[in-house]
């Protein structure tokens, strides 16, 4: 189950980066135990909707400098499951992230 839901996360969008992908089968390896022991994990699909982003909000950011210079940035928010409250994490927009990086960082706050 573990393995088949690795390998269509892989083809999917969400599974284009490395930390990422390695992140999630770290999780659900560990969880394997627990979701053998219950058909309903796989019946209602509950690993497949841990690892797959709600919503992916991707915006632009545009800032001036203390020497009057325009700057503009990518900003993201990216949410995966609210079903144990409020969405966690934060709006990033340093010119170093980029989604892959913030889909793992909001996978392991989840």
């Known amino acids: 189950m573990v393995e088949t839901i690795l390998a269509n ?3 999917s969008d969400c599974g284009t ?10 999780v659900l390896t560990s969880l394997e135990p627990i ?3 219950d058909p309903r994990y796989e019946r209602y699909a509950i ?5 797959t982003p709600d919503r992916i909000i991707q915006f632009k950011v545009q800032w001036v400098d203390d020497q009057s210079r325009v700057h503009i940035n990518n900003g993201y ?3 995966f ?3 144990l ?11 170093s ?9 909001a996978f392991e706050q989840m």
């Not at 980066?17 to 770290?26: C, I, K, N, P, R």
């Not at 690993?47 to 690892?51: A, K, N, T």
């Open 9 to 11: 996360l892989k083809k």
């Open 47 to 51: 690993l497949e909707r841990l690892v």
């Open 97 to 105: 992230v980029n989604t892959n990086i913030l889909k793992f960082l």
């Open 35 to 37: 979701v053998k022991s």
């Open 81 to 83: 499951n609210n079903s």
């Open 17 to 26: 980066d490395g930390t990422f992908l390695q992140a999630v089968s770290e």
């Open 77 to 79: 928010r990216i949410q």
């Open 85 to 95: 409250g409020p969405y966690k994490g934060g709006l990033r927009f340093h010119p």
